[in-house]
């Protein structure tokens, strides 16, 4: 048994470097080229966030790892070998719900700040703003705290006679109790409706933040991740199918290109006139609209210049180039493709096992314990990817709802062009939807999960805390979750397909 929790510790602490060193390639190979070389303390915040965020979907398969140490053990010790597992997930979200109400805002205030003032001015004007955040959300959580931080668990008193121990085990519908004299009733059948009763107990500080940020998680979740389930598999395919399909010639290049350098001179200009009414101090409702239509439109131009650059491939290699170009369209079918086949079945998997009760099937919670059977930690790796799939799907669909909606910030993740500001933005994001992802997969796989550290948190705890638990009783989240990857999926068989046109002249609203 030790042998078997030396072996975890030692898996855990190799997966937590790799984990490190691959957030740090995603950095280095992300970062826009004006944050080279600076910017260290935003990096440093990037790579940890971004850390947590994987530590803390993988801990879930590590957690009924954990479970499984002392499963078959033979003395009563056994179980007091094994991680500390409970322990592990409230200082894991406790990092993270510090990380993204303080630490990541005061990173993004600090390198948004004007680069003309001095480094302790933006130090002061940053931490200035993010007192004022702490002060305020203590107060609130104190408030809360002390009037709804209790649990409120619904017992049933049951008690029975005696009987001599039976020299059979022979249990059916008929006898699911041990019972003598033809008293074979359990009883939990027979007990009246009166002996149910609510008991009441104060929970811990620490978990009552961590079901607040989940619940804050949980709106952004069921909101991005529907929307985003949807998309990020039909938008591959999508892709595929609006793909250019030959090279053009090189007056269609020409023509194109000259086009492309009119509307960046409009979008220049645009920018410039914006950039002028904000020092003037005039920022309100009309220019955030005018910022919004500006990113927008950049944004689209920079994919119509990808395409041409796709479509007139240039240089020695052009024809290569090509050829790659048709293999990555040909590997976005292919993914596009198992990411549809991943979708609907945590599609049916939310509908059959959370949303009808009784269940009508354990469904995918039956395939990982297959999959354990066959290898030890097939099952496991299945389990985490499923789960890493769900944070997927909150990226694309923030990045769907930013293209379109006016209320929500654009910030894209380019290869070598992301801007530290966007890299946190998509980190806070990641962080507040993980702690969601997490509760929703402990919820969704509780057969698979049961006996867990995570279940006795997100389970039991956040589902009996008052004032919260009617949001999971009438399963509120996974039913906008449903709604929301159906619409989506509606649009997309209705519009996705087409390539957008140009909308000509490019102006700001007046």
Known sequence: MGDFNLALVIVAIVVCVLVFLFNVYLLVNYQHPDDANQAYFPKFVVVFGLSIAAISILMLPADVANRQACRHAIYNGACNLTLPMKELWLA???????????????????????????IGKRIKSAL????????VCALLLGILYGLA??????????????????????FSSGQPCIGGSGAHACSAYTASASSEKTWTMRTTFPE?????????????????????????????????????????????????????????????????????????GSKGRKWRKNVKAVEKELLQLEEDVKLLEEMYPQGEKAETSWALTVLGYLAKLVLGI???????????????????????????????????????????????????????????????????????????????????????????????????????????????????????????????????????????FQIAFIVLAALTFVYYVAFGWRRKKPSGRFQLSS
């Not at 990092?95 to 001095?118: C, H, N, R, T, W």
């Not at 948190?457 to 008052?466: E, P």
């Open 92 to 118: 894991v979200y406790i990092i993270d719900a510090v990380l993204v109400f303080f630490v990541i805002p005061f990173a993004m205030f600090y390198y948004e700040g004007d680069q003309d003032k001095s």
């Open 128 to 135: 200035l703003w993010v007192v004022t955040t702490a002060i």
């Open 149 to 170: 931080g209790k649990v409120d668990f619904t017992v049933r008193h049951l008690s029975s006679v005696t009987t001599n121990f039976p020299s059979n085990w022979d």
């Open 338 to 476: 198992l990411g549809l086949i991943v979708s609907v079945a945590w599609i049916i998997h939310i509908v059959i096992y959370l949303l009808i009760d009784p269940p009508l099937s354990p469904f995918l919670n039956e395939v990982f314990i297959k999959l354990d059977d066959i290898w030890g930690l097939l099952g496991t790796v299945a389990f985490a990817f499923f789960c890493f799939y769900l944070l997927l799907a909150v990226i694309a669909g923030a990045m769907m709802l930013g293209l379109r909606l006016v209320f929500i910030t654009i910030h894209p993740m380019k290869w070598g062009a992301t801007l530290m500001n966007s890299f946190l933005f998509n980190v806070g994001l990641i962080l507040l939807c993980s702690i969601s992802v997490i509760q929703f997969c402990a919820t969704a796989f509780g057969y698979y999960a049961q006996a867990t550290a995570a279940q006795e948190i997100f389970g039991h705890t956040l589902q009996s805390l008052r004032g919260i638990k009617y949001l999971y009783k009438y399963n509120v």
């Open 208 to 280: 009552y933040v961590v079901a607040l940020a989940t619940i804050v998680g949980s709106v952004l979740f069921s909101i991005f991740g529907g929307v985003g389930i949807a998309c990020l598999p039909l938008g591959l395919i999508a892709s595929f199918i609006r793909r250019p399909k030959a090279v053009i010639t090189r007056s269609q290049y020409i023509k194109e290109a000259t086009e492309l350098g009119k509307r960046a001179k409009e979008v220049k200009k645009a920018a410039d006139a914006l950039h002028q009414e904000e020092r003037s």
